[in-house]
């Protein structure tokens, strides 16, 4: 049962946390509130302390990782049983550009640093799935080397944290250091079903996911958006359960025209597509011709008889001309131009705006799992509620990452926006309460390893 309410720490610590790229404190939540002590967190952004500090504790510091002044506050720290750390991964996600180059590519060397300073019991590290996929698997290898080379046997797991009660699918590689002279980590059961979405490649089988050495016996059913949103009040017009408000009137248009599980993309030619040009009131009126151009070079654009571009080929009028059976006057093509509907490539016609490609106004369906919850889901541009015209709220939001609704953003400080890019960014809490859950029995395991060698 998919549950909203933060739990008390208990009262004696099970050992202490050294979080580092610690966010608003999704990956520390559950180990706090499984009673491990919070001992030290960084960030190099103050809003995100400022959210830790209101719901988990003080001992939280907005730190850039590479100065002197956090490398003297780690050596102070002297041990920590555990180091947790989101490095950040903006090099590696699907979502933006990849650029081996990217700086923030070997920020997880500070994190090597921070572990071989703290000599901790264990670590986990967490980063986007493209990391295990992304430039031939090079930088995957390499973490799991440098780790390896401080004295950790290092393992790796993909995780959809669908699978332990989130109501939204969120695919990540978690690492797991044990040091040298501990026993072997047991990686926490899978709870929940793990649908596939429309679309998406297995976890099976090609990296290695924790499905792969679990088992599976008698799963719940994955949390729908419907039954993790269960219980909400009416938005407000202020806080955490409020939306921006702040998008062009012309959306409005758009918002009717896009039904469940549905979204505005004019290049895929499929149910879930809505095109542009079925929206006149916000895109412009075509005619019935202008109409059928569009949807022929849409059905096929992509067949590979015209061409192999992955996205899709644009075509020659003759080919158009030839596929609806009239001859074409340039006229329309020009209009179609002029209105945003196509672009002209070397004299031949495609559909304009990649910005299509993958779909924008996405709807996701009420009785399944949300997909991977962003930074920009205040902008009903990228994702609308299933049932309502509007963005999800940043407590819809929380929720569907599975934070406790007494978990606040907006009463810490920090602006509504700042709370979307906080909770975007964070580790599902019920994901790491079970990583906490796994550690604790692992710390049991090696205290009965001491007393039987005694």
């Known amino acids: 049962m998919f549950t909203n309410q933060l739990s008390s720490p208990k009262t004696q610590s099970l050992g202490s946390v050294v979080s580092l790229f610690t966010g608003c404190g999704g990956l520390d939540l559950g180990f706090h509130e499984e009673g491990f002590e919070s001992k030290y967190a960084a960030d190099n952004d103050p809003a995100a302390i400022a959210v830790y500090r209101h719901n988990i504790g003080p001992n939280a510091y907005v730190r850039d990782v590479t100065t002197a002044e956090f490398h003297a506050e780690i050596r102070a720290l002297e041990s920590a049983d555990i180091v947790l750390g989101g490095f950040p991964c903006q090099g590696f996600s699907k979502a933006g550009p990849k650029r081996a180059t990217d700086h923030r590519n070997v920020l997880y060397l500070e994190m090597r640093e921070t572990i071989s300073s703290l000599r901790p019991k264990i670590f986990i590290a967490e980063n986007v799935d493209g990391l295990s996929q992304n430039f031939g698997g090079s930088y995957l290898r390499a973490i799991i080397d440098d780790f390896t080379s401080v004295g950790y046997r290092v393992e790796y797991r993909i995780v959809d944290a669908v699978s332990f ?9 978690l690492f797991v250091g044990v040091r040298s002279d501990q026993p072997d980590f047991i990686w926490p059961e899978p709870t929940h079903e793990h649908p596939k979405r429309n679309g998406e490649s297995s976890i099976h089988g090609s990296v290695r ?3 792969d050495f679990s088992d599976k016996g008698a799963l719940k059913q994955a949390v729908s958006i419907k039954e993790g949103l269960k219980g909400l009040p009416l938005l407000s017009a202020s806080g955490d359960h409020s939306v921006t408000n702040n998008w062009p009137e012309k959306y409005a248009h758009i918002f009717k025209a896009i039904g469940p599980g549905q979204k505005l993309c004019n290049v895929r030619h499929a149910p879930s597509s809505v095109y542009t040009w079925q929206i006149p009131e916000a895109f412009g009126s075509i005619t019935e011709l202008q109409r059928l151009i569009l949807e022929t070079i849409g059905r096929n654009r992509r067949h590979k008889k015209y061409g192999d571009i992955p ?62 919850v962003l930074t920009n889901f205040h902008n009903p541009r990228y994702f609308l509620h299933p049932t309502g015209d509007r963005p999800f709220s940043l407590r819809e939001c929380a929720r569907l990452q599975g934070f406790p609704d007494s978990f606040e953003f907006t009463d810490a400080g920090v602006s509504l926006e700042a709370g979307y890019r906080l909770v975007g960014n964070a580790v599902p809490p019920p994901l790491s309460r079970a990583l906490a859950k796994s550690i604790k029995k692992h710390f049991k395991n090696q205290l009965g390893k001491v007393a039987r060698a005694a």
């Open 165 to 173: 009660g989130v109501p939204q699918h969120r695919r990540r590689v």
């Open 209 to 211: 996911s924790i499905w």
């Open 311 to 372: 996205n899709g080929n644009p075509l020659a009028v003759s080919i158009i001309e030839e596929i609806i059976g009239v001859s074409l006057e340039s006229s329309n093509f020009s209009k179609l131009e002029e209105m945003g509907y196509l672009k002209n490539v070397d004299g031949k016609y495609d559909l304009k705006g990649a910005m299509f490609c993958s779909g924008l106004f996405k709807r996701p369906l009420w009785n399944e799992p949300s997909p991977t």
